[in-house]
């Protein structure tokens, strides 16, 4: 448990000292922030609900950033400690392999829920700005970062098995972007295929329709359980692909 | 410490890097593993450290065998890889701290731990210093620190000396006698006078097999294509071939004029000193004598020999 702590650690503190992690995280915030603005100001005149804005940033805007901030923050993990061969350390230091996915995977997950953290001030703000005071439903919003972190860190664990699988930076966060986007766009099929046997198939797969439904304030228990089991097996996958980096290289 | 039986490694693409390859190493002895680039060093070594499984064969470090009990034999000892990778953005106190952490040191014996490596050493002045920061040779440094931090039985420094100045070389190779007196050593080089300053047993590999593993000096004598003696007398070069191709064991001589001075090159059949005989033999000529020099092999032509005469593998 030590030494995970410690595998941990350095990689957090390893995004905090390099730029990336700022650079980054003010892209997102100024993404995050652009459509909240954007929503707030447009809906909130039209008379939308809070419900409404809750939907519009989180099922909606929050993809954006989400499309751009997984391949950027999962593509170091390995492909970096490859290309560098630093993992030849990591790996003949008494650590078990799985240590080093599991700590890897939480570690940027920890800087990616960090990322999110300053999102939370929207609101606030919001009720100090507005006429009439909107009424925060705190469940939903709760909800909503449920969603975003599940969702988020499966999509995550897909980025750490690409990075594993080069020793490219651009390699690693292209092909993590390619199927993380092809995962959301797939999530548009219940509502656009034509045949109605996938419709039916994809819908409870759709992480757009998850989305919505976290933003809504419904936590489906369904949809935890497949990204909680799906970030596993993502995570147990790269961990069989190390080990076997001792067989075949 | 080491035994190593009919040791196997294949990459994918067929190419073997390790061929059955067998050899053992008792505790407190300093090894070599001599061979030219790509000879299966680094491939063996990896495998020792557990960073790779054999494809065949059998491979115990301190009677455990590396890939059932990988976690137990990367914990006793430590290895320093051949591009020594490190994390630049860490500071070296900071990475080698981390690293005792990793090793499982507790709070206590990292403290010291780390101190220890840090002064053996030589870098308690850079510990506050970025890694990236850093020349080659203290990197060099901080890798050989991290691999004794949690002061294991045995080490394996693969090419400790490569890439570092004169200096640095000089200074590396003092760390390394002084870290033989507490640890085991095996370290690879294809510098030849490395591993003669260092080593007291050199294991040669030469495509993936072992071709010899011997003490310096038996390798010497055995791969030894007989004394050499070189000696410069003040007469004409005929009549001192004719008198010296009367010495026993002589299997050749070439002699040049220089003047006044004849210049003999004498190579005998058998490895001893046959300077005594040869004085004698001049004395008797009574020819004056400027000098008498018997060439000592360097483990640089034995290896050359051995690996094929300077072909590129």
Redesign the interface.
């Known amino acids: 448990m030590k030494r995970f702590f410690t595998l941990w650690k350095r990689e957090v503190a390893s995004y905090f000292v390099s730029p990336v992690a700022y650079i980054l995280a003010t892209l997102f915030l100024v993404v995050m922030g652009m459509g909240f603005w954007f929503l707030a100001s447009v809906r909130l005149r039209t008379g939308a609900t809070f419900y409404e804005l809750l939907r519009g940033l989180y099922g909606g805007v929050a993809w954006l950033a989400v499309l751009m901030v997984v391949p950027v923050l999962s593509m170091r993990s390995f492909a970096e400690e490859n290309r560098s061969g630093t993992l030849e350390m990591l790996l003949t230091a008494p650590v078990r392999d799985i240590e080093v996915v599991f700590s890897k995977f939480l570690g940027i997950f920890t800087v990616y829920v960090v990322m999110w953290l300053p999102t939370l001030a929207f609101y606030p703000l919001l009720q100090r700005v507005s006429e009439q005071p909107l009424p925060i439903d705190f469940g939903a919003l709760a909800a909503a970062y449920v969603g975003v972190f599940l969702v988020g860190g499966f999509y995550l664990s897909i980025g750490i098995f690409c990075s594993s699988l080069t020793r490219n930076l651009i390699v690693a966060s292209m092909s993590t972007f390619a199927v993380v986007t092809l995962l959301f766009l797939g999530g548009f099929l219940p509502a656009v295929s034509p045949v109605p046997q996938l419709r039916e198939f994809t819908q409870p797969l759709s992480p757009v329709l998850h989305m919505m439904d976290y933003a809504r304030g419904v936590i489906d228990t369904r949809s935890v359980v497949l990204y909680l089991s799906s970030t596993l097996l993502m995570l147990m996958i790269t961990t069989r692909g190390l080990e076997s980096r001792r067989w075949r290289a | 410490m080491i035994d190593v039986q009919h040791l196997t490694k294949n990459?994918?693409g067929g190419v073997t890097a390790v061929d059955d390859v067998s050899f053992s190493i008792e505790p407190g002895e300093i090894v070599g593993f001599l061979g030219p680039n790509g000879a299966g060093k680094s491939t063996t070594m990896?495998i020792l450290?557990?960073?790779?499984?054999p494809?065949g064969g059998q491979v115990k470090v301190k009677g455990m065998d590396v890939t059932r009990k990988n976690?137990?034999v990367?914990?006793c000892l430590g290895?320093l890889?051949e591009?020594c990778?490190?994390?630049?953005?860490?500071r070296v106190g900071e990475y080698l701290r981390?690293?005792a952490?990793?090793?499982?040191l507790s709070r206590r014996h990292r403290r010291t731990g780390v101190e220890r490596a840090m002064e053996q050493c030589g870098l308690l002045d850079v510990q506050k210093r970025l890694v990236g920061q850093l020349s080659k040779g203290f990197r060099q440094r901080v890798g050989i620190a991290?691999a004794l931090v949690h002061n294991p039985d045995l080490l394996i420094l693969d090419e400790p000396t490569i890439g570092l100045d004169p200096n640095q070389i000089v200074q590396v190779r003092k760390l390394i006698r002084d870290l033989s007196s507490a640890h085991t050593l095996l370290i690879s080089s294809h510098i030849l006078s490395e591993i003669e300053a260092t080593c007291n047993r050199v294991v040669v590999m030469n495509q993936g097999k072992i071709l010899e593993s011997a003490s310096l000096e038996e390798l010497g004598h055995r791969w030894s294509p007989g004394a050499e003696l070189t000696l410069e007398v003040k007469a004409s070069a005929p009549e001192v071939d004719k008198t010296l191709r009367s010495l026993a064991d002589l299997k050749r001589i070439q002699v040049k004029q220089d003047g006044a001075w004849a210049h003999a090159e004498l190579l005998f059949a058998n490895d001893e000193d046959h300077r005594e005989r040869v004085f004698a033999c001049i004395k008797e000529a009574d020819w004056d004598l400027r000098e008498l020099h018997a060439r000592r092999h360097s483990l640089e032509e034995t290896f050359v020999k051995m690996t094929g005469g300077g072909e590129e593998v």
């Open positions: 990459y994918p990896r450290a557990g960073y790779l499984s494809s976690l137990e990367r914990q290895y890889p591009t990778p490190l994390y630049t953005e860490m981390y690293r952490d990793l090793k499982g991290d």
